[in-house]
Every structure is written in C-alpha cells, then in structure tokens.
C-alpha cells in the first residue's frame, strides 16, 4: 500500500497530511498561511520529515492555472492575497519532490474526497460548495471533475438582491451584490458587524443567509439537475440545512425534485483528503 | 453507410429526418404538433414510406423521462400541452421499429449535433440554449451530455430582475419572473403586446433581452466555465449577439474570461441532426 500525500493550500492555512488510498490519515499539520516562500518551507519540511510518500495531491484556493500545458500550470493566477499572486504552489513542491504531483481547485479537491470516502458516494452529478470568508463550488458531471475552459467560480453567480428587505449593498470587490457579495462569511460580518462564529442561532442574519443558499441551489438545481448538494465550509451550521432544503423547495415549486442538500461527510478535512484521492489517481488512475 | 433517422420532437412541430452519419439529410418532413396518437401516426408513415434506418434518435420537448431503467422511459413527464402529458413517444416508436431508438432531450440532442457538425466541434465543455416560446438549455460537460439526477432545466433559473427599469410580473406558471419568464418569446409578447417576429430591431426590448440573457450567460459561465454558449431558437437575432457579449463581459468584470458566445452554425436543424447524432451513437459508439 502507498502512502499519499496531500496538501490544502487555504487562504488562512495550509493543511498538509499523509495517508494511505483507503482515506486514513497518518499524520497532518496545519501551518497558517503566511509569505508564500516560508509558508512552501514549512510544507516541504513536513513531508521530508518522514517517510516521502508516492504521490502529491495539492487543493488550491485560487483562482488557479489547472492546464497542464500552460507555462503557469500550478500558479494562483489571481488572488486579492498580493504576495500570493502568480506564485506557482505546484512549481515549488517539485522542487524537492520527484513523485508524481496533481494540482486541482480547492473545492474539486474535496468534492472528489467527498466522492471516494464521504457523502458523494456512488453518485455522478453532484456539487460540493464551501460558504466560508467566500462562496466557491465545485462540481462532478457524469463521473468527470468538471474544469471546461478553466475551473468555475460558483460563488459569483447573481441572484435576485430585495433591497427592500436587504439593503447592504454586497461585499464582493468584482461584482458587489453577487451570491459572494451578499452571503459570504465576509458580508455576514460586514452586513450586522460582526463574525458568523458569533451570530446567535435566532439571529434574523441565519434566516436571510438561508434564503440566498436557497436560491444558489435552485439555480444550480436548474442548471445542473445535481443528485445531491454538500455544503460546507465555516458559515455553515446544522440548522440552515432545515431552512435551506425548504426554501429550495419553494423556489423549485414542483418544476423540478429538489436534490438531497447535506453537510459534507468529512467535515473539515474534504480538502486534504480530496487532495489524497488525488494524489492516489496518480499512482493508479480510475 | 447505414441510414439513419431522427424525430425533433417540439411543441409546435414534429421534424423527421433521414440522414447519413455524415450529418447529410436525404429526406425529411415537419409535421404540425396536434393530438399524440395521429401525430405519431405521421411520424411512423414518413419512416415506413422509404428506406426503414438502422436506428432512431429522438429529440423530445419535456420534461421527459431519460431513465431507462424507468417504467415510462421515453416519456413526457410533464408539459402545459395536456394530451402529451404523460405520454409515451420513444414506446410508440418501438411499436413500429425494431431497431435502436435514442431518447434525449431536444437541448441535448442540439448540443450534440453542434458538437457533431457545428459550431461545438472539439470542444469538451460548452452550453446550448434556446430561447424560442419558451428557454432550454442542454450542456456537454468535460465530453459527455450532462443529465445529472434528470436533466437540466436552464431556462428557469432566476436572475435579477429590476422591477423599476421592467415592471413586468413574468410569464413563468410556475415561476413568475425566472429567466423563462422574464425573457422568452411568451415574454416579450405579454410584455411588449407584439410577438418578438414583429418588434423592429431599434426597439427598446432588445436591449432589455440581452441584458436578461447576459445575466443568464454570466451566471452559466460562473457555473460551468463553459467554452462556448450557443444561443439559438426563434427569438435570437444577429443583432442581440453583440448586446449579449457586451453585457455579459461587463457582468463578468474580468473575473473570469467571457466564453464564445455565438449562433449555432446548424441553425434550426441542430435539434434534428442531434437527433441523427444520437441514432448514430446507437450503431457505433464514441
């Protein structure tokens, strides 16, 4: 049995593991994401610190460059994190790795984790979407990672925006009032002045943050036709799953089944451990 | 070289075809819409009075059962059309063929003969949407037709929608103002008291048209980063071409590169020739 590696390169921290191809985690560590070259450092210490495993999966927050035959292949293309900008993650793990080394989106990653070892089990057309300081998506289409020309960015989607019953005029730098701009961890905060960890369950903020997942899902519902939605990340808690899953339903009103909208199964660790099952396809693709 | 047939199943009108796997049209008929049983009737006729195909592909309106492990595979589901409620097109083909038959969406069957023949070719990942009585959209997701739990149903997405600028409630019955309601011929004409044939190009519901659709073909691109959206059906005109991907490039706002967006080149025999793409699937495989 091999044993894998795999690397979730996140805005905030690095989580960096190794495992083996049935999802079990030998070790791990977080290091906080800081100046990219020290924070690279500190990556390949980790792995040169025990026995190298056989392959590399990187998951990327991004926007990233994921084509193999572009001179960036591996970069963060465009990030509001500056020293981060252009900066080539994938470049830098080969140069102390030999191995093979897959380079995927943060949110493809843990959809493929979800899919080997968690709530995707079995299915061909799902998405997994993380709602944290920003809202990304990514997607599995008939068995097939979906990439098309680059990697989609789900979070930036618009929806209808009542400024009646809403008026905060949307957090995103690009584009203001998008899905992002209007229920990211980021205008959660900017919106009632203060973090979601802290926003009380019966807050009105949770019943208004709902009602925009609710119409992303819709949305994707349409365009998609998905078996099942996972949302995760840090804004999300159980109890907007219920709210959710009916507003949906509203939205949808009988055109369409409303798919299944759950947690995903491995939590916090659908990043590394999809960054694992990439690393396992490159040692024996399925 | 076999003979292939294929059934373009709409609302309006039934267009039967056959063809070479070459996407070449040897004979053909459309036949109006009317009751199920006498239009099926036409249909079976046009095929037994020449040459019978090796196989049939059918492109049907819907929603439509693409299951086929499903008691009513081949089926429409659920349809304003009352008498086609329920009823079983690709059964009655089989009542009279004994060769394969195909069944697909009408989107997805245009989206395959655009990647076929027209104006998809090579490409992995692009949209077909038409925008006619009402608006559909079939997908090709990283090489395969996208189905998901069903099949998509893109036109019933929503958008924002500006009631100040457009105080029109929607035509959507299910929806009200989703982008079906707010943008499709049914639309235009229950907005404007004109159907869109005879609205003159310079008038002002052009530009509201292509600012719905742009919203639409943002949101698409967010989603699926496709590498092409064809746009296609009664209600397109050159003009609105160059609105489209004005606004949309605007919506985008340089986050993402704004994806071809362009006429399909098989024009209104891409439902059709899809039909034939998928007959042909039937016998050879790709």
Known sequence: MSLLGGIEAGGTKFVCAVGSDSGEIAREIRIPTGAPVETMRRVAEFFCSGAMPAAIGIASFGPVELDRSAPDFGSITSTPKRDWRGFNIGGTVREWFRGPVAFETD??????????????????TFLYVTVGTGIGGGAMVEGALLHGRAHPEMGHIRVPHDRARDSFAGACPYHADCLEGLASGQAIERRWGAPAEIIADDHPAWKLEADYLALACANWTYSFSPQRIILGGGVMRAHLFPLIRTRTAELL?????????VEPALGIRAGVLGAIALASDQIRPR
């Open 107 to 124: 949110v493809n990653a843990a959809a493929l984790g979800e899919h080997r070892w968690g709530a995707a089990r079995g299915l061909r």
């Open 253 to 261: 009103a009988g055109y369409m089944a409303t798919p299944d909208i």
